[in-house]
């Protein structure tokens, strides 16, 4: 049985940081991501990896996602944090290459609450 349990979410000041795991069980994935969803928006696309990374434009060079092999284990380090970040963070895995379309992914994490205070 395939999970993912992302944590590491909380509230943090704006310009803070935080690091998001989701921890996979069950298999490994050629792709992971992260997506988010802030009340009434629909989910969006933040970063995935596969061979290599790609990121949401909005979020290049303050967000940066990274994965363990060997703990099956993807991470999104989150830095100088903006009150427009709040939202819920989910994790997200598939097989086959890095791609940004939400339902191209197959298998969900129940999301971890980010908020950001201003």
């Known amino acids: 049985q395939v999970q993912l349990v992302e944590s590491g979410g909380g509230l943090v000041q704006a310009g803070g940081s935080l690091r998001l795991s989701c921890a996979v069980s069950?298999?490994?994935?050629?792709?992971m991501g992260w997506f988010r969803q802030a009340p009434g928006e629909e989910r969006e696309f933040v970063a995935a990896?596969?061979?290599?990374?790609y990121y949401a434009d909005s979020l290049k060079g303050r967000f940066a996602i990274s994965r363990d092999n060997a703990k099956n284990t993807v991470y999104l380090q989150m830095n100088s944090l903006k009150p427009e970040d709040t939202a819920v963070y989910y994790c997200?895995?598939?097989?086959?290459?890095?791609?940004?379309?939400?339902?191209?992914?197959?298998?969900w994490g129940q999301g971890t609450q980010v908020t950001v205070s201003s």
């Open positions: 997200a895995a598939r097989m086959g290459a890095l791609t940004t379309i939400r339902h191209d992914f197959a298998y």
């Open positions: 069950g298999r490994t994935f050629d792709t």
């Open positions: 990896i596969a061979w290599s990374t």
